[in-house]
């Protein structure tokens, strides 16, 4: 299969030391050829693999002239040892604006078409080169913001989400041989388990799959972020917290109520953890028009929110605004950590009392002096990761599309282990085991659709 030849420059747009432009498919050396020439003389054909060769770029003038603009060094990487799969070149020349323009233009005029965002991810792909968890792994190493949504990305791109999965598949496959066998040969011995052996190999399968599924509250909590809401009635420290928490000032600190009318949301990296962290108004009744709909979108965040921070004034008794928010709390589905701060000043046994009452876990908290923290990290991560899991080593997922593709796949191998031991025709957990074998190609992307495989990769950048 022929394919076009895409390019883009992969550094970042601006001035800079040095800029990458790529260039990938059938024609790359023909066309960087027209645009680099190697000082040694050789021509890029010539030039080894991988191996990095300095020369001259030139770009093409109105009237078809060459003109050198830029030395740079190059590197021919041969098909299909290349990332993309491909036959690559790498031009590696100044950071110029103009400068990496100008030579992307050339490559253009020579032949290349614009490369789409994340089109040389999606060939790598395509090419067998990496699984689709993989590729969501890269993605989410660009993107990574903090040092464990790092370490998870890096070892997603590993690929030891595809590998357990594979190894699951691999194991249902066998099972279905025998299956199969016993089918077509019912009167004879043939297969090579039985079908006790069948239905604990399917027992085993499912069990594997369902601490693959688990995985994902972890995955979830570092990679995408936790939806964590602030909330508490006016001037019990909200924005300081928040504030303390995404590590500057962001939300505005004054003891005049009412400060905060908006939604803030940022993320903010905790322990190991990341919260999409939204500090809200302070629900209050209020005749204040603006700060009236800013509670209101208050309530619908807590609605929402998988992780609530409840913050209360440790330095006075409860009021009638906190018993209201309290009775708001008790109605929403997620985590509600109750946050005691001003614990610097002190802790009100009605306060606490009333906290202890509203949820178990209960902190006690400084935003100003930060005292605490370590407190509220230990039990935000308790609630929302496995300590056991190691985020450089093990298979987590780290996506709603991995996680429904597992949960199908346990749904699927489950009903065929149920169909074996409950007696059933043996054909009948044919379905349901081929089906947890599509979801398990699902997942790392042998089989799913070209919408969803567009749809993922147009969320890279341009050049990557
Ligand atoms: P919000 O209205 O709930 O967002 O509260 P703010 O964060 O604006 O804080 C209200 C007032 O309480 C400000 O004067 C803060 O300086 C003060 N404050 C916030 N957190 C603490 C704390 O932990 N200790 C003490 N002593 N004061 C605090």
Known sequence: MTTDTIAAVSTPRGKGGVALLRVSGDRAIEIAERVFSPQNGQT?????????????????????????????????????????????????????????????????????????????????????????????????????????????????????????????????????????????????????????????????????????????????????????????????????????????????????EGTTRDLLTETAALGRVTLRLTDTAGLRETGDAVERIGVERARNELETAELIFAVFDGSREPDEADKALAGELRKVGGEVVAVINKSDVGADPKTVDFCRMLCKNVVYLSAKTGEGIEELTAVVERLFTDGALDLKEDAILTNARQHAAVLRAVENAERAERALREGYPIDLCCHDAEEAMAALAELDGRAVSEELVSEIFSHFCVGK
Request: hydrophobic share 40%.
């Open 44 to 256: 890029l054909h010539e030039i080894p693999s991988r191996k990095a060769t300095y020369g001259t770029v030139f770009a093409t003038e109105a009237d078809g002239a060459r003109i050198a603009v830029d030395d740079a060094l190059v590197t021919v990487f041969r098909a299909p040892a290349s990332f993309t799969g491909e036959d690559t070149v790498e031009i590696c020349c100044h950071g110029g604006i103009l400068l990496t323009e100008t030579v992307l233009t050339a490559i253009f005029a020579a032949g290349a078409r614009p490369a789409t965002a994340g089109e040389f991810t999606k060939r790598a792909f395509l090419n067998g080169k990496m699984g689709l968890s993989s590729a969501e792994a890269l993605a989410d190493l660009l993107e990574a913001q903090n040092r464990e949504q790092l370490l998870l990305a890096h070892s997603g791109m590993k690929g030891r989400t595809e590998a357990e999965s594979r190894a699951v598949y691999e194991e249902l496959r066998h099972i279905l041989a025998s299956v199969y066998v016993v089918i077509d040969y019912p009167d004879e011995d043939l297969a090579d388990m039985t079908r006790e052996e069948m239905t604990e190999a399917l027992a085993g399968c499912a069990e594997k799959l369902r601490r693959l599924a688990a995985t994902y509250r972890t995955g979830h909590a570092v990679a995408e972020g936790i939806g964590t809401v602030i909330c508490g009635r006016p001037n019990v420290g909200k924005s300081s917290l928040y504030n303390r928490l995404v590590g500057r000032d962001a939300a505005i600190v004054t003891d005049v």
